[in-house]
């Protein structure tokens, strides 16, 4: 995976007093900043003039040309989450992005976000002692798709066309009316925040716990798994394991020898206790066969898909009508929504890169596993399944519901109140204005450390130099590894063998990062700093600290002393929203809503590099770019027909020359595949409307329709597209109802423009196939820099922010569009 770019990170010298980046081309001679990065190009201004809306809503009269199919919004298809991984509480390093929720109505129970901000622990000594812990992280997060206008319309996410704007439609009331249900705590008198541990966060505090996942049901008596050739009876303890693996053979995980080697050691402890009932042995894992398993769950998932849409209807109506109880809890008098509030279910441990524990046994997790926190006059919920709590506790110093620890590593787990509650709201803004603070102290701070890198006391010169990469590259701080635990590193735990010097003064980092992310970067610090970390190595192997005397909790002590409950990750959440602001601050004013959108990403792209949120290239990205090439291909298509009916109206207009030229990549073979595409889909389209109007008729009671119907139906598409054989080379189209021309000429100038705004999605998706996005919006970017650029814009909040985040930062929409980080 290719590394991270130069870093983005803003000198000193390049702010002003309010937090702006000056123009890069003010003088900035007279900084003491060190050559680190180079300043991020503005983009340039574009030249064309902002148009109107192109949004597609064809009318019946208009329903176009009988050659075409009516596209989808031009939106791009999300990217896939990697596997979700739960964070430890003794883990320094920040939070991560969390799974995008589920496509539901806004204000539905969205997944749980990162946690706040806290005090990083030293590094050398683990406290099992039940404090206020950050939320577990998921892992990066897919660009997720804004939330929908409203009922009836297609939701479009950054690659959509311009909204027109005045337009209210059905979505906009039930926003509203949800809306009402929100606690709007920011507009609450007196002091709303949630301070420090120790400080009581509420007064009564009611729920139904966590819902557990149901028991294992053992799998039909003909499905057994082989051992030599050999069906094995596996009692249903040890058959739930083996299907956990059966179920992943052909993914990669199956392929890697820790994996294997770890299911298969955790198996054999399960098999001791319940061997197979014909007294088989197993004890080579390469005799096992568990492809019987892997084809019957491959059966029921097309069993599934196959339900029909009522089956499925039902079937989420009985999920959501037993999790009912557990989406909201009773806080201070007001209902608010509980976050993860279902308990993981029993499997294999994946883990992220090269984990030394993955393919490890996690373990069912029952009541007796888990610690609830209620209030002292709540009545204590009864457990779904068989069982009674481990504890129940009283304490309001903490905004955690329920809490256990897993087996795989020992983390502490935790149940919070959904991202868009009172508590993690003012928590979330709690974080974001200490960033904000820190820009009072930041320019005091840098020139302490710059003094300090020059300390005859070598811990002095080990801080300062430490402190200079922390802030300049946004390194996480980084603790001290277990040999149980993958080898990723932050700044203080940097081995010799991390860093190269390359002279006069270059300095290359490459070791793997939080989630076994590889972190490469070369850069070019002053020389007191290249001189430090040549000091720092000499005499010390490969293998030794290069920060031996500093470790995080040191580092953040000092760090009290600037300001209060400042610690190294402030700096990576203020690096990245102040680099952020500067970026969108040079916005071109004039331009359409695409290059708009694509400029705020080209924006979220630096901070993301500049904060190391890569992702490895989707497997899917190839496939994806190649049906937006499909699209781009099929719109260039329609212009030519609307071109040749412009033609056959009035042939003076092939002198134009703006009608005249033909498409580019549209040549006869690219016609003639496209064509027959779009007929297949077309008959696929009127088979299901066939199929599903003898369903409705069935239902009521009614006799279907006979086949001769279909095929008639069928025939009609085909007499259709026989006549656009025989259009082509004539340079003439024939539409099945006339246009006048000027109406030819105003569809060529809106096909026009989506053509050019999907080129901007094209370059834009691949421009960010290998950045993870979604972390720095969840995470690090204050939310209000959004807002206030999107009001400031005129660009719809939904085109950035997905339904989750909508959620979860209502306290940040309702800036003006003069607000600054």
């Not at 294997?260 to 005799?287: C, E, M, Y």
């Not at 993981?344 to 490890?360: D, N, Q, S, T, V």
């Not at 290359?508 to 002053?526: A, C, H, P, W």
């Amino acid at each position: 995976m290719p590394g991270a770019r130069k870093a983005t990170t803003v000198p000193a010298a390049m702010v002003n007093g309010n937090g702006k980046l000056k123009h890069p081309s003010a003088d900035s001679s007279e900084s003491d900043s060190p050559p680190l990065s180079s300043q991020v190009a503005s983009t340039s201004k574009a030249s064309a003039k902002p148009r109107a809306s192109v949004k597609r809503k064809v009318e019946k009269e208009e329903s176009e040309e009988e050659f075409l199919a009516e596209s989808e919004d031009d939106k791009p298809a999300p990217t896939p989450a990697p596997p979700k991984k739960k964070r430890k509480v003794k883990d320094e390093s920040d939070e991560e992005a969390a799974p995008p929720a589920k496509k539901k109505r806004a204000l539905k129970k969205p997944k749980e976000e990162a946690g706040s901000e806290t005090e990083v622990p030293p590094p050398k000594k683990r406290s099992r002692a039940k404090k206020e812990p950050e939320e577990e992280d998921g892992g990066d997060a897919k660009d997720a798709k804004p939330a929908k206008k409203g009922r009836g319309k297609k939701a479009k996410d950054e690659g959509g066309e311009d909204e027109k704007p005045g337009k209210k439609g059905k979505g906009k009331k039930v926003k509203d009316e949800e809306a009402e249900d929100v606690y709007r705590w920011w507009e609450q008198d007196g002091d709303q925040t949630v301070t420090g541990d120790g400080i009581q966060k509420w007064t009564t505090l009611e729920h139904n716990g966590v819902i557990f996942p149901l028991p294992y049901q053992p799998l039909p008596t003909h499905v057994k798994m082989k051992y030599n050739g050999q069906p094995v009876d596996l009692p249903p303890a040890s058959e739930e394991v083996a299907g956990f693996y059966a179920a992943m053979i052909e993914t990669d995980h199956a392929k890697d020898s820790t994996f294997n080697k770890n299911f298969f050691q955790d198996w054999q402890a399960v098999l001791k206790k319940h061997p197979p009932r014909d007294g088989t042995k197993i004890s080579d894992f390469a005799r096992c066969d568990f492809r019987p398993m892997f084809e019957y769950f491959e059966e029921e998932k097309a069993k599934k898909k196959a339900l029909s849409s009522a089956e499925k209807k039902e079937l989420k109506k009985q999920k959501d009508d037993a999790e009912a109880k557990y989406i909201t809890c009773m806080l201070d008098g007001r209902k608010e929504k509980v976050g993860n509030f279902r308990v993981e279910p029993p499997g294999l441990f994946r883990g992220r890169g090269e984990h030394p524990k993955k393919g490890a046994l996690k373990l069912r997790v029952r009541p007796e596993d888990i610690t609830l926190n209620i209030g002292t006059n709540a009545p204590i919920p009864t457990p779904n399944v068989p069982g009674k709590w481990k504890e129940i506790i009283h304490d309001n110093t903490v905004t955690w519901l329920a809490t256990w620890t897993e087996n795989v590593n020992g983390n502490h787990k935790y149940v919070f109140l959904a991202p868009g509650s009172s508590l993690k709201g003012q928590s979330d803004m709690m974080k974001f204005e200490k960033a904000r603070e820190l820009k009072n102290h930041v320019d005091r701070i840098r020139a302490d450390y710059e003094q300090e890198s020059t300390s005859k006391e070598m811990f002095i010169r080990m801080r300062a130099t430490a402190m200079y990469f922390i802030d300049k590259l946004a390194l996480r701080a980084g603790n001290e590894k277990g040999d149980d635990e993958a080898d990723t590193v932050g700044c203080c735990s940097l081995r010799c063998e991390h860093v190269t010097l390359e002279p006069p003064h270059w300095v290359s980092f490459d070791f793997l990062g939080k989630d076994s992310i590889r972190y490469y970067n070369r850069v070019e610090v002053t020389d007191r700093v290249f001189k430090n970390i040549k000091i720092f190595k000499k005499g010390k192997k490969d293998d030794d600290d290069l920060f031996d005397r500093v470790n995080p909790g040191l580092l953040n002590k000092h760090l009290q002393s600037y300001m209060k409950g400042l610690s190294a990750k402030v700096f990576r959440t203020y690096n990245a929203s102040i680099t952020f602001q500067g970026l969108l601050d040079q916005t071109p004013e004039k331009g359409t809503m695409q290059e708009k959108l694509n400029h705020y990403n080209f924006c979220n792209r630096e901070v993301a590099v500049l904060c190391n949120h890569q992702r490895a290239v989707p497997k899917t990205h190839e496939q994806s770019m190649a049906k937006m090439a499909e699209k781009l291909r099929g719109l260039k298509y329609e212009r030519m027909k609307l071109r040749h009916a412009l033609f056959a109206t009035d042939s003076k207009y092939k002198k134009n020359k703006k009608y005249s030229e033909d498409e580019s990549d549209l040549d006869e073979d690219a016609i003639v595949e496209h064509e027959e595409s779009l007929k297949q889909k077309e008959i696929e389209r009127v088979e299901k409307k066939f199929a599903k109007e003898n369903e409705k008729l069935e239902e009521d009671g009614r006799k279907p329709q006979a086949d001769d119907v279909l095929k008639g139906r069928i025939k009609d598409v085909e007499d259709e597209y026989k006549r656009l054989t025989k259009e082509r080379g004539t340079g003439k189209a024939e539409l099945k109802k006339d246009k006048p021309a000027e109406r030819l000429e105003e569809l060529i100038d809106k096909l026009e423009d989506r053509i050019k705004t999907f080129k901007l999605q094209m370059a834009d998706r691949e421009a960010g196939k290998e950045v993870a996005l979604g972390t720095s919006k969840i995470n690090y970017l204050d939310p209000r820099i959004t807002a206030a650029w999107c009001k400031k814009h005129d660009v719809p909040i939904e085109k950035l922010f997905s339904k989750t985040l909508v959620t979860k930062f209502p306290w940040a929409l309702e800036v003006d569009s003069e607000w600054k980080f």
